[in-house]
């Protein structure tokens, strides 16, 4: 017998939309017409075409007729606890206690195993802040009424999954609750199609845990799952999604660490980079605060070797026009037993550098990004010497050649290896001078 989930899980799997025939001057022809990302597409199609999707476009309808019976009787208007909502109730690792809050306020915590975000604000909605789905985005809004959450407040969102994470394994308990870890772990990704897509779909409530509703940022995404992994797919331009690639793949060329990045059919996707550890960002540690010197000053009193990442990670953005780094996009990797911060996060997120968004680079030295970062090298003497001592690798032509290979969008390849060379050109100049 069929499982309910299971016959969700075949739901979403189906093609939705409608076919149709036409008969034109004696000649007929066969019609596809659905929607993709809130446009409505039509396409002519062949009649083996036609057969195949017909049935299965009737096959989903009738499932959705069994899924809302199975619905019908049941208040579907997901709601949270007194506790919840007031945001009283234990901060937990996995199945471990390391804080409590009353009304939101830290009473008592383990210092060592606290996220920097709680220790720095003792506030919980803070934590919750850097945790909570973009409803900014359509497709955030399509999941609340995929999950009928009727919440104003944005930043409850993701107690509806108990503030689970892909990227750690720290978690809020409601007061009173009985729920282990093994409870609240994401175990499906029923919800891929809606937050990635904007496919609709009716879920019951018994799915509601998801990564969707705890994973931010302004472009349209999803979490998947294949063989036990969880993948990041995102929406993006051509240009988009050459410049993440590029990035990621001249990194994984130098061997410097980065998050994993792929073409998947129309979309991008990175598997999850902090597998083993907690990952936190440096909004947690900085809050909005991205001053170069500042924040390198905070990471010197951890580690002069997470400086040294950080002065590297600044040193790529710099030589590729990523102009979009901020605290929420990169961040710390913290040992999951200990609490102890190891390193800097491998770096991701870089679809707004290069060609993103003009198709024309700027190889001057006056172009506004690389002669501000050029500023805070020659006025800070600690930043240089890090560079230094980070035995920077040369960028050269086979180099840029080997990753322009390795991606299939075209471009303007010419542009780009004279942009990244003279760039690097003019910082090595003031970093080796």
Same mark, same amino acid.
């Given at each position: 017998m069929k499982t309910f989930e299971s016959v969700l899980n075949e739901y979403n799997s189906l093609p939705s939309g409608n076919v149709y025939i036409k008969v034109i001057k004696g000649n007929t022809y066969f019609y596809y017409q659905f929607s993709d990302n809130g446009k409505k597409i039509t396409k002519y199609i062949s009649k083996d075409e036609y057969d195949d999707l017909l049935i299965k476009i009737n096959h989903k309808k009738e499932l959705s007729k069994f899924i809302k019976e199975n619905l019908k009787d049941e208040n579907r208007s997901l709601f949270l606890s007194n506790s919840a909502r007031n945001l009283t109730g234990y901060l937990m690792l996995e199945d471990k206690i390391i804080g409590e809050f009353e009304n939101g306020q830290l009473i008592k915590g383990n210092e060592k195993l606290l996220p920097l975000i709680i220790k720095r604000t003792k506030q919980l909605n803070k934590f919750l802040q850097t945790r909570v789905i973009d409803t900014s985005r359509t497709n955030a809004r399509l999941l609340k009424k995929a999950l009928n959450i009727h919440e104003e407040n944005d930043e409850l969102l993701s107690i509806y999954s108990y503030a689970v994470s892909i990227t750690d394994n720290y978690w809020f308990k409601?007061?009173?609750?009985?729920?282990?870890?093994?409870?609240?772990?994401?175990?499906? @990704?029923? $919800?891929?199609? =809606?937050?990635?897509?904007?496919?609709?779909?009716? #879920?019951? *409530?018994? =799915? =509601? $845990?998801?990564?969707? $509703?705890?994973? %931010?940022?302004?472009?349209?995404?999803g979490w998947k799952r294949i063989d036990n992994e969880w993948w990041l797919y995102k929406v993006g331009t051509d240009n988009e999604k050459f410049s993440?690639? #590029?990035?990621?793949?001249?990194?994984?060329?130098?061997?410097?660490?980065?998050?994993?990045?792929? $073409? @998947? @059919?129309?979309?991008? *996707?990175?598997?999850? #980079?902090?597998? %083993?550890?907690n990952y936190e960002p440096m909004y947690s540690l900085m809050d909005d605060n991205d001053d170069y010197n500042d924040v390198l000053t905070e990471l010197m009193k951890i580690s002069k070797d997470i400086a040294r990442q950080y002065m590297v990670l600044i040193y790529f953005d710099a030589l590729l026009n990523n102009v979009d780094r901020h605290n929420e996009n990169y961040g710390l990797l913290k040992d999951k037993k200990t609490g102890s911060i190891i390193s800097l996060a491998p770096n991701f997120d870089n679809n707004l550098c290069l060609i993103s968004r003009n198709e024309i680079l700027n190889c001057s030295i006056k172009e506004g990004f690389l002669s501000y970062f050029l500023k805070f090298l020659k006025s800070n003497q600690l930043a240089k010497d890090l560079l230094k001592e980070s035995n920077l690798p040369r960028i050269n032509e086979s180099i840029l050649n080997k990753c322009f290979n390795k991606i299939s969008i075209k471009v303007n390849e010419k542009m780009i290896r004279e942009f990244i060379l003279s760039r690097q050109k003019y910082l090595f100049d003031e970093i080796f001078k």
């Open positions: 409601p007061k009173k609750s009985k729920l282990k870890y093994k409870d609240v772990q994401f175990k499906n @990704d029923v $919800l891929f199609d =809606v937050s990635l897509k904007g496919s609709l779909s009716y #879920f019951p *409530r018994k =799915v =509601v $845990l998801s990564p969707e $509703l705890t994973t %931010g940022g302004s472009f349209e995404k993440e690639l #590029f990035y990621a793949t001249l990194l994984e060329e130098l061997n410097i660490p980065t998050a994993h990045y792929e $073409l @998947d @059919d129309k979309y991008i *996707r990175s598997k999850n #980079f902090a597998v %083993g550890y």
